[in-house]
């Protein structure tokens, strides 16, 4: 996509732009107006361009980011670690989704996330068709998050993974914990594992 210089696309719609000399106040002005009222409209297309190439690479992020569900469940909250991080009682039903993150077709790593189904009513049926849970939780659920606590600790990949993050059973991995919450509390309690050499952590550290 190429734009016009916005000097040259001022002169070239302002022939008297180079006869100011012989100009009196008032003609002064009015090209003053008309320059200005081309420069806005040259910055209000400049910016739609802008919008426009945003919302193409946010496509095309979309696409190169995906999510395979591999498997989902329904139970009872078994650990006593699960019903404290989701807040509710052992024993009460939990949906668990474990999905493949992948990177442009590439596994990246593992989720598996665990929310109380009370307040998720449908995901269960719904898992499979489900390529953003977040998206899918606001829109059904009315759940934002504002906020999450994760853990990263050095693991390493399950046997039962190995086939799906493309990794040898027992090679050295990221294992991330995180609690996400929205205004009513936690709403989501997930463990991953991430390749090490596709998933990095970057942090800043005000001193």
């Known amino acids: 996509m190429r734009f016009m210089p916005l000097s040259q696309s001022i002169s070239t719609v ?20 008309e320059l200005l ?68 077709g590439r596994p990246i790593g593992i989720q598996t996330s665990h929310l109380p189904e009370a307040r998720v009513p449908g995901l269960f049926d719904e898992a499979a068709t489900v390529q953003s849970l977040y998206a899918w939780l606001e829109d059904r659920c009315g759940i934002k998050p504002i906020r999450a606590n994760e853990v990263y600790r050095v693991g390493r990949v399950a046997p039962l993974d190995a086939e799906f993050i493309e990794l040898a059973a027992s090679t050295p991995a990221f294992e991330v914990e995180r609690i996400a919450y929205d205004s009513r509390g936690p709403f989501e309690y997930t463990l991953s594992t991430m390749r090490a050499d596709r998933y990095e952590i970057r942090s800043t550290l005000h001193i």
């Open 14 to 33: 302002s022939p008297v732009s180079g006869a100011l000399d012989t100009m009196d106040d008032a003609a002064v002005r009015e090209l003053a107006k």
């Open 37 to 104: 009222a081309q420069a806005a409209e040259h910055a209000k297309r400049v910016s739609g361009d802008a919008q426009e190439l945003q919302l193409r690479q946010a496509k095309i992020d979309a696409l190169t980011h995906e999510i395979r569900l591999l498997r989902r469940m329904r139970f009872g909250a078994k650990t006593e670690a699960m019903a404290d991080a989701l807040e509710v009682a052992p024993g009460e039903p939990v949906v668990r989704l474990k999905r493949l993150r992948l990177g442009n």
